[in-house]
């Protein structure tokens, strides 16, 4: 997965509230497939941030007698939720852990499904829905902390390449994300989608911790995945350069500190920077993998 964003500054995030009980439900055994989700909106990892459906300004008519008469609730309006999540009906049934057992069920489970050694090589399971729901919550936004990514950085270190005066990404760059990139391809998406549904209150429920009680997961994905959706593709390298880091103290990896010459670039999105930095190719690759998950995302169960 790609490295921290081009010139991002990490800040710690408050200490998640300790989870609360979640009501048991039925999954299936291959919990791990849920990976698939994680991997594809992270690719899948500004100041674009959500506010929900825009409201549009009108001037009030006089009440009439009746409705003047009427009380009033102060009750808060619950927010209408666009992507609902359905019912879904695994095939082998499981109780479904609470958020923070849920570590060694889905460890075990994405172990057979894409190997322990993957899981080792490509996955960080320790508090893995958590990381999974901050890390999509972030990347429509101007950092996501790589300490909270729920896959690890991509091997080996940015690579430049001088052209004159300039400096550009390194042609050779996107070949860092393609054992990733293959690995996101091989994936069943609607298996993945469907048991993510199956588990979605442990989702719903570290979104909640977050900060956001009155705010539904499932439409933030559905946001967040168009929003990587719309990045931009670079018909050539983009430009970069070092970030000038004043301080006594020397940066140990200097190479992480690159950021983006052209200001539109630099004005995007953590996610949007990471869709670009992977190269243009590996982009529309994730990209068409993103829009598959997205279909399976929103799509209803058909009435019987």
């Known amino acids: 997965m790609p ?14 509230v300790l989870p609360r009980q979640v009501r048991s439900r039925r999954i299936n055994l291959a919990l791990g497939s849920i990976a698939a989700a994680a991997v594809l909106v992270l690719g899948a ?22 409705a003047a008469s009427a009380p009033v609730s102060l009750a808060p309006a619950v927010p209408a939720i666009n992507y ?17 057992e849920s570590d060694a069920v889905l460890a075990q489970a994405i172990g057979q499904l894409i190997g322990r050694d993957k899981v080792l090589a490509q996955l960080q399971m320790d508090g893995f829905v958590r990381r999974f729901v901050a890390t999509v ?4 936004r101007a ?22 005066e300039l400096v550009l990404i390194g042609a050779d760059n996107a070949l860092r994300y393609t054992p990733f990139v293959l690995l996101v391809e091989s994936l069943d998406v609607e298996r993945a989608v469907s048991l993510y549904k199956s588990m ?3 989702f719903q429920q570290a979104y909640e911790e977050l900060g956001y009680p009155r705010k539904y997961f499932n439409d933030r994905l559905v946001q967040v995945i168009d929003h990587l959706l719309a990045a931009p593709e670079p018909a050539k390298p983009a430009a970069v350069r ?4 004043q301080g006594p103290v020397k940066l140990s990896r200097p190479w992480l500190h690159y950021e983006f010459v052209d200001p539109a670039l630099e004005s995007l999105s953590a996610g949007q920077k990471i869709m670009v930095r992977v190269g243009p190719v590996n982009e529309r690759r994730l990209k068409a993998r993103l829009a598959a998950i997205r279909a399976a995302v929103v799509a209803r169960v058909a009435a019987k």
């Not at 100041?47 to 409201?55: D, V």
């Not at 300004?57 to 007698?65: D, F, K, N, Q």
């Not at 879904?88 to 479904?96: I, N, T, Y």
């Open 137 to 140: 919550d972030n990347l429509a």
């Open 84 to 100: 609902p999540i359905e019912n879904a009906q695994p095939a082998s049934p499981v109780a479904l852990p609470t958020l923070s």
């Open 3 to 16: 490295e921290p964003v081009l010139g991002e500054t990490l800040a710690a995030p408050p200490r998640p």
């Open 143 to 164: 950092h996501a902390a790589p300490r909270l990514w729920p896959v690890n950085p991509a091997p080996q270190r940015f690579s430049v390449a001088a052209q004159g």
């Open 242 to 245: 070092l970030v000038d880091v």
């Open 200 to 202: 979605y209150p442990l």
């Open 45 to 66: 990892l500004a100041w674009w941030q959500w506010h929900g459906s825009p409201r549009v300004a009108m001037e009030a008519a006089p009440p009439t007698p009746a």
